[in-house]
Structure formats: C-alpha cells, structure tokens
C-alpha cells in the first residue's frame, strides 16, 4: 500500500467486507474500532458513582467504597443479577468494613440521627 492508500484506508469497511470469512472478529472490530453516536453511555456510568455513595459509603475510604461497588458487582454477576439489582443498594460487609475503618481511625462514625434519616431517605424510594 502506498502512503495516499494507508491515508485513505477504511478499517471498519474492509472488515465490513470480510464479515462471512471472519464474522466474529468482524463484529469485534466493529464494537472496538467504531465511535459513539452518542455520549449517554458513558455519561450514565460516570453519574453512577453518584448514586452508589449512601450514608454509609461516603465514611469509607475511597479505596473501601471501590472494594465495596467491586464485590457488589462480582457478588451480583455469580447469582446472574446484575441486570435486575443496582449498585446504589448495600452489601452486607459495608458495615463491617465501616465498623472496622472507625476503629483504625480511618473513617468516621454514623450517629443515630444520620442512620434514621438515611432511613427516611430510603424509604422514599
């Protein structure tokens, strides 16, 4: 190929073109080398982390809050659920992991009165 070919080439269209030779790694190349129509994707996975952070999780390191949505989605994809659960909902290590991170000097504590409004909050939902 001359340098005015390698300029002109279409990547995606010659996949395109060899879609019955190849068609799995023609759908790859598709996925991976075509750019968004849309920014909605990505705009709703970078909001996400908006919502997960509860009462509970804005105490936590950002490292303990990263393990936490980690193993939520983990736990959720070993049962086949995370088309049916969200990240926003708790897991049940995040008080331990809490608990343990305020006694490390780590994290601080909820009091009551933050817990039973995060109650009232929840509850709304």
Do not use: N, Y
Request: net charge negative.
């Amino acid at each position: 190929m001359s340098a005015d070919d390698i300029d002109s080439f279409d990547i995606l269209a010659w996949w395109k073109g060899r879609d019955a030779e190849f068609p799995v790694i023609s759908a790859m190349a598709s996925d991976l080398l075509s750019s968004q129509a849309s920014t909605v994707v990505s705009e709703s996975a970078f909001s996400t982390c908006g919502r997960v952070i509860s009462l509970r999780r804005t105490r936590l390191s950002p490292e303990a809050v990263e393990m936490c949505i980690c193993l939520k989605d983990h736990l959720d994809a070993m049962d086949r659920i995370q088309h049916l659960t969200s990240l926003e909902d708790d897991i049940e290590p995040e008080s331990k992991i809490h608990d343990e991170e305020v006694e490390e000097g780590l994290s601080t504590g909820i009091s009551d009165e933050e817990l039973k409004e995060d109650e009232k909050r929840r509850a709304k939902k």
